[in-house]
C-alpha cells in the first residue's frame, strides 16, 4: 500500500484562478516533505522541501503547508497560469533519506 | 543549474535484449537515483549509489542491475528485457546531507523504454 496517497487524481481550474493539491501520508518516523512539479515530457523539478518543524513554505505562486501532527500537506497554486499545467507530486521521506515515498501525482490543467 | 542528461529520450527494444540506459550528471553529486514511472503509480526506487562502485537496491531491483565506475555517471542494465519493463525511466542525483540541509534531487527528462 502507498504510503503517501494524493487527492484529487486530477483538476481543471481556469487561468487566474486558485487551486489546493492535498497530500497525506503514512510514513513514520518523518523526516521532510517534498513538492515536485513534472511538465510532460519532462523530469521531476524541486519546488519545496519541509522539515517537521516548518508548517509553510513559498515559492512564488506556490505555497506548501504541513501539519506532522495529522500526516497532511497541501500545495497551493495562487493566481494559476497556463504553464502551471503540469503534474504535481508529493515525495516524503522517513529517517533514511535515500528512499522517498513518492504520491501518484495531481495532474492540473490550467485553461484559458 | 545542475543538469541531469540521459543519453536517450526514447528506445525500442526486443523482448530478450541487453539494455543499457545511461545517466550522467555535472554538479559533482555523490547520489544517483533510477526510478522507474508508470501511470497511476508513484515513481519507485529501482537502485541508488551514493559513492563510486557502491550500490544499494531500491524497491524493485529484480531484473535490472547497475553500474558506477565514475562519479557522474550511473548506468542502468536491463539484463534480459521483458515486455512489463516498458515504463518511463527516470536518472536523478543529489548532494549528500550536509548540515541540516536536505538537498532535492535534480531529475534528467526520463528515458521511455518500449519493450516488444
Known amino acids: 500500500k502507498n504510503q503517501v496517497e494524493q487527492s484529487p487524481q486530477s483538476l481543471i481550474i481556469l487561468e487566474g484562478k486558485n487551486c489546493t493539491l492535498q497530500?497525506?501520508?503514512?510514513?513514520?518516523?518523518?523526516?521532510?516533505l517534498r513538492w515536485y512539479k513534472q511538465d510532460t515530457g519532462r523530469g521531476p523539478v524541486s519546488l519545496t522541501i519541509?522539515?517537521?518543524?516548518?508548517n509553510t513554505k513559498s515559492n512564488g505562486r506556490y505555497t506548501a503547508t504541513l501539519d506532522a501532527d495529522t500526516k497532511q500537506s497541501s500545495l497551493h497554486i495562487t493566481a494559476s497560469q497556463l504553464s502551471d499545467s503540469a503534474s504535481y507530486i508529493c515525495?516524503?521521506?522517513?529517517?533514511?533519506?535515500?528512499?522517498?515515498?513518492f504520491g501518484a501525482g495531481t495532474t492540473v490543467t490550467v485553461r484559458a | 543549474d545542475v543538469k541531469v542528461t540521459q543519453s536517450s529520450r526514447y528506445l525500442v527494444k526486443r523482448t530478450g535484449e541487453k539494455v543499457f540506459l545511461e545517466c550522467v550528471q555535472d554538479m559533482d553529486h555523490e547520489n544517483m537515483f533510477w526510478y522507474r514511472q508508470d501511470p497511476g503509480l508513484g515513481l519507485r526506487l529501482i537502485y541508488f549509489?551514493?559513492?563510486?562502485?557502491?550500490?544499494e537496491k531500491g524497491d524493485i531491483p529484480e531484473g535490472y542491475s547497475v553500474s558506477r565506475e565514475k562519479k557522474e555517471r550511473f548506468s542502468l542494465i536491463l539484463e534480459s528485457a521483458s515486455t512489463n519493463q516498458t515504463s518511463m525511466y527516470l536518472c536523478?542525483?543529489?548532494?549528500?546531507?550536509?548540515?541540516?540541509?536536505?538537498?532535492?534531487?535534480?531529475f534528467g527528462n526520463g528515458t521511455r523504454l518500449t519493450v516488444t
Open positions: 536523478a542525483s543529489s548532494s549528500s546531507f550536509l548540515d541540516g540541509n536536505y538537498s532535492p534531487l535534480h
Open positions: 519541509m522539515t517537521f518543524s516548518e
Open positions: 549509489s551514493y559513492d563510486v562502485k557502491m550500490k
Open positions: 515525495v516524503v521521506s522517513g529517517i533514511n533519506d535515500y528512499k522517498l515515498s
Open positions: 497530500c497525506n501520508y503514512t510514513v513514520s518516523p518523518f523526516s521532510n
